[in-house]
């Protein structure tokens, strides 16, 4: 009992370190994991495997504005492929991807838990349900305005 317990406090630690150095860098270094690994006396194979687990965390930098949108199963049938496909004309990039300028990444979710209000598309953490591509348009065009003033 007494090792489970250590273990939950590990991995505790290891997600608020793994979310601090997240909202400083925008990701998580390759750097970084050596550093943690010795830190909190677990391989860095454990800490990969939390990192790939938990779609917040990120190995690669992200854009100034992180656009994801859901692809789950609800989603799908609602019309996410099309809103994908707008996303991906309007940003000129691939699921995965980020913008030259850095300024959008763009990725998908397999379910974010409002299936009853897709499709949805999640622009920095706000959540847009029942979109299309007229909408999704309009949420791009308002973030690039937002970007000019
Ligand atoms: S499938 Fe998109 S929220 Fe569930």
Redesign the pocket.
Known sequence: MENLSEFEANQKDLIHILHKIQAEYGYIPSQALSSISKHLKISESEIFGVLTFYKAFSLKPRGKHLVTI???????VRG?PMILDELKRQLSIEPGETTEDDLFTLETV??????A????VISDGDYHGQMNTREVNKLIKKIKKEIKE
């Open positions: 859901c692809t789950g199963t609800a989603c799908h996410a397999n379910c974010v838990g409002a299936c209000l897709g499709p949805i």
